[in-house]
């Protein structure tokens, strides 16, 4: 018995699951069983790096998602469409789908896995979330027995090069960017990694399997990092802070009837000392809390052809495995999806953080302490208070406030902002 996988693109990721596919020895014995079947391109005559026969490639992909001999077609096109499209169409005729589209998986998981679920086959998305990092089958089957307090961590490769380089080299972003351009480290477009619109795709299918519950993308909040600046990441380094685009997912008190979630995404001041300031460059890592089991972090390698196929390709194995030795015809249920309701998610007003602030100031007696009396009249107290020198002829004053409501932080800012004294806040960053 084989089972015939129809490959939709063949790009990096798609070319490095040809690769495991067609080199098995030494990897898991039902590779096997595993064939590639039909291959959809986009253009026949492009140069490749693996070698299949001419008849098993097509550039008709409607083909191979409605073909009666493909038991799994794995989806590697990337992007919102045809994608979604070809996922559904592949549904409706009772394939088994795997892929590694975040983008779609985000936006359309809902109508996906309801149809997948009146259909009784599986929707598999390792790979979209920290490429070659297993955080989708631990969240779905290895933490199952805890309950799940938070997740948070470093899903976007291209930005955590950039503000990695920026932290060694002192640069500003735009420099860093171009450079990371050109080594092919982050796109020719690159709005989708530094506005976070990635990493927002990815902590938002991250919160859907630790809180069990959908989550409408609309609701997480969303900041990049072309506003961090080299003069921030040198503040942050001598306040004992790394700076990190972070996505958090945290299960937040609200009225003590209901459990809200904050889901975000945004650079963050890290402590030197926590486990994520040490991720560097590329690297990604996810870090789970959960009662009873306190702390586990995941980190690897988030993109790449061979890291991402691996995840691809263990997805591959897992519906195998369940097709060989399904007996019942019923969700197997620690693989599919099982949730229909939406997570309610707390405004980012009622998000109870640490800031650090940057003002550009007049270099005038008495100004740090109407900076104190606008914190303290919204009730925001200080940790620190940095004045090293001056800016463009200003002064440069840091602070980082204790645990604050935003709604507060922000009603104290609005109020520094009318002050004659203060000439701009160049920065505001959340304190992990
Ligand atoms: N663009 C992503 C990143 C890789 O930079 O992490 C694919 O998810």
Redesign the pocket.
């Known amino acids: 018995m084989t089972y015939k996988i129809g490959l939709l693109g063949l790009g990096t990721v798609g070319t490095g699951t040809v690769q495991i596919l067609q080199d098995k020895a030494l990897r898991h014995p039902l590779l096997q069983e595993l064939e590639i079947y039909r291959v959809g391109v986009r253009s026949l005559d492009k140069p490749r790096s693996v070698v299949l026969p001419e008849a098993m490639l097509t550039t008709d992909l409607d083909d191979i998602v409605s073909d009666r001999a493909v038991d799994i077609v794995v989806e590697l096109i990337g992007g919102l469409e045809p994608a979604r499209s070809l996922i559904l169409k592949a549904i409706s005729h009772g394939k088994h789908v795997v892929t590694a589209n975040?983008a779609v998986i985000s936006r359309y998981g809902p109508e996906i896995f309801d149809a997948a679920n009146e259909k009784g086959v599986y929707v598999m998305l390792e790979a979209a979330v920290g490429?070659g990092i297993p955080v989708i089958q631990p969240l779905k089957q290895s933490l199952g027995a805890n309950r799940i307090t938070s997740v948070f961590g470093i899903?976007?490769?291209?930005?955590n090069y950039i503000l990695t380089r920026m932290r060694f080299e002192g640069a500003d972003f735009d420099a860093v960017l171009a450079d990371a351009q050109r080594l092919g480290y982050a796109?020719a477009d690159p709005t989708?990694?530094v506005d976070g619109l990635?990493a927002a795709d990815?902590i938002a299918i991250l919160a859907s399997l630790a809180f069990g519950g959908r989550i409408k993308l609309e609701d997480v909040f969303c900041e990049g990092i072309k506003k961090v600046s080299a003069a921030d990441i040198a503040y942050a380094e001598k306040l004992g802070f790394v700076i990190k685009l972070l996505g958090v997912a945290r299960r937040v008190e609200s009225d003590g009837e209901t459990d809200r979630l904050s889901v975000r995404v945004h650079p963050t001041l890290v402590p030197l000392a926590h486990p994520l300031a040490s991720i560097n460059g590329?690297y990604?890592a996810i870090l789970i809390e959960g009662e009873p089991l306190g702390q586990v972090m995941f980190f690897g390698p988030?993109?790449g052809a061979g890291p991402t196929a691996s995840a691809v390709v263990a997805d591959i194995l897992n519906v195998a495995a369940v097709l060989k030795t399904e007996t019942e015809p019923i969700p197997h249920p620690l693989i599919s999806c099982n949730h229909q309701h939406y997570c309610p998610i707390a405004p980012m007003a009622d998000l109870v953080t640490r800031f650090y602030a940057r003002f550009l100031t007049k270099d005038s007696a008495g100004v740090i302490g109407y900076l104190g009396t606008c914190f303290g009249n919204n009730g925001v107290s200080l940790e620190s208070v940095v004045q090293t020198g001056m800016r463009d002829g200003l002064a440069e004053i840091v602070v980082v406030t204790h645990d604050v409501r935003e709604g507060n932080f922000s009603a104290a800012l609005s109020e520094i902002s009318q002050l004659d004294a203060i000439a701009s806040i160049p920065s505001v960053l959340r304190v992990l």
């Open positions: 975040k490429g899903v976007n490769g291209t930005t796109e989708a990694d990635d990815k590329v990604n988030g993109a």
